[in-house]
């Protein structure tokens, strides 16, 4: 089975800053998809960004950016020029291209709060 | 366009008493179907998913249920809820070709 492991559990970040939030993965796959989420205070999961393990290219979304490497099994997650509305919490996840059912793993999540 | 509806937002319930919380999704058709808990400050775990009308498959033992009586349409139930079942209960649905996983905006449980 497929784990996520986000190591920190908790940053902080001055606003206008750059922060990247870990994230590794275990699988015996090559073909995967690979994401983050964000959840604000309100609570609704919205998707970040989204990575095909086939795809060298790092994908980038406006201000958030990947470092993927697959050897490592890392996806790493970039924001930069932070701002106060991205305090949140982040969420990797993985999922095994043709998986049954489409089912996602999810890491524990990193709380990242940007101050003023 | 898209776009999946959850209900209520927030429900207060005493132990024992049934439960139903209900997911629809509009603008697609036949789309695979989730039901995730997450406890506070916690991640989310998938509790029951859907590939088709009346298909479930269920991730872990518990007090919960889940039925698809309908095409977009995806409902968590109990008979008789435990204090454990408190939680955030999050609705989701898979976008093919686009392989992404959308979510509703979420029901805060309290079981007391």
């Known amino acids: 089975a497929q784990t996520v492991t986000q190591s920190q559990p908790e940053m902080s970040v001055q606003e206008a800053e750059t922060v990247t939030l870990s994230c590794t993965y275990d699988t015996s796959e090559n073909n995967y998809y690979l994401f983050w989420y964000k959840q604000p205070p309100s609570r609704q999961m919205i998707l970040v960004i989204r990575?095909?393990?086939?795809?060298?290219q790092n994908a980038t979304e406006n201000r958030f950016s990947v470092n993927f490497q697959k050897a490592a099994k890392s996806f790493s997650l970039k924001i930069s020029d932070s701002q106060l509305g991205d305090t949140a919490m982040y969420f990797c996840?993985?999922?095994?291209?043709?998986?049954?059912?489409?089912?996602?793993?999810f890491g524990g999540g990193t709380r990242v709060l940007v101050k003023p | 366009s898209q776009t999946i509806h959850q209900w209520p937002a927030t429900l207060v319930q005493p132990v024992g008493s049934p439960l139903s919380l209900e997911c629809t999704v509009e603008?697609?058709?036949?789309?695979?179907l989730y039901w995730y808990r997450q406890a506070a400050g916690r991640g989310l775990q998938l509790l029951f998913y859907s590939v088709g009308i009346g298909q479930i498959s269920s991730e872990v033992p518990q007090n919960l249920s889940a039925s698809r009586p309908q095409d977009r349409q995806f409902i968590l139930s109990s008979k008789k809820l435990l204090l454990s079942d408190s939680g955030f209960y999050l609705c989701?649905?898979?976008?093919?070709?686009?392989?992404?996983?959308?979510f509703g905006a979420g029901t805060r449980l309290s079981v007391l």
């Open positions: 990575q095909e393990a086939y795809k060298q």
């Open positions: 989701a649905w898979w976008r093919q070709g686009k392989n992404i996983q959308y």
């Open positions: 996840a993985f999922m095994k291209q043709g998986a049954a059912g489409n089912k996602l793993t």
């Open positions: 603008g697609t058709s036949n789309p695979n």
